[in-house]
């Protein structure tokens, strides 16, 4: 099954700053998903990215907040942009995986102050 | 869109007893579903899915059954441990346009008492 290295593990930041994040897949895949996990809650898609195409935004996600680049197909970033304390959370990325299942990202936990 | 509600929020159990873990979806075209197993400040792992095509599947003591007709679909985890103890999501997923997305539930938090 394919296998994520996602990074930073966790962050601090300042509000009005911008955080990136970056997965790397040890396999090529199409696709890429980008979650959020608010504090105690469950997950929730933001965005999928496309090797050559614009990303797609899920209801309530907009590009200019979170901007995604897809270069190659196995490389993925969000970027999450002018941070406040409401962007605090987990994000993390996703790919299918062998059999059909999907796997995440270890996740980076962003505190913005 | 899909929507996902899952029930219990939480759910204790002793040691060895079972647990059932229920999920209901409203868009009829979500043909995948995962079980989802989170540890605290970990990752979600998958521990089980199914398929549309499939009413029941079972790998060692975690079953999950689907029913189509009334859309609802069920983890069950048989002779619990305490190291099954985590939060358990669920999640449905569709094809077409909308292949890969998943919509999660909100999570249920099981504690297994030894």
């Known amino acids: 099954s394919a296998v994520i290295s996602q990074k930073p593990s966790r962050d601090i930041c300042q509000r009005g700053t911008s955080l990136t994040i970056q997965c790397q897949v040890d396999?090529?895949?199409?696709?890429m998903f980008w979650y959020r996990q608010q504090p105690g809650q469950s997950l929730t898609l933001i965005a999928t990215?496309?090797?050559?195409?614009?990303?797609?935004?899920e209801s309530g996600f907009v590009i200019d907040k979170f901007p995604i680049s897809r270069p190659n197909l196995t490389f993925s970033t969000l970027t999450v942009s002018n941070l406040s304390p409401e962007d605090s959370s987990i994000y993390l990325c996703?790919?299918?995986?062998?059999?059909?299942?999907?796997?995440f990202g270890s996740g980076t936990r962003l505190t913005v102050v | 869109g899909e929507n996902v509600e899952q029930h219990p929020s939480t759910l204790s159990v002793q040691e060895g007893d079972s647990a059932v873990i229920k999920c209901t979806y409203s868009?009829?075209?979500?043909?995948?579903f995962p079980w989802y197993k989170q540890e605290l400040g970990k990752r979600p792992q998958l521990i089980i899915d199914?398929?549309?095509?499939?009413g029941e599947k079972k790998d060692q003591r975690i079953a999950v059954t689907l029913n189509k007709t009334a859309k609802h679909f069920s983890l069950h985890i048989t002779e619990t441990q305490p190291e099954d103890s985590a939060v358990y999501f669920c999640?449905?997923?569709?094809?077409?346009?909308?292949?890969?997305?998943?919509?999660f539930g909100q999570g249920t938090i099981l504690t297994v008492h030894p």
């Open positions: 396999s090529q895949v199409t696709m």
């Open positions: 990215a496309n090797q050559g195409s614009e990303a797609t935004y």
């Open positions: 999640a449905a997923g569709a094809g077409g346009t909308s292949y890969g997305k998943l919509t």
């Open positions: 996703s790919v299918e995986s062998g059999g059909g299942g999907y796997t």
């Open positions: 199914i398929r549309s095509n499939v």
């Open positions: 868009d009829s075209a979500s043909n995948y």
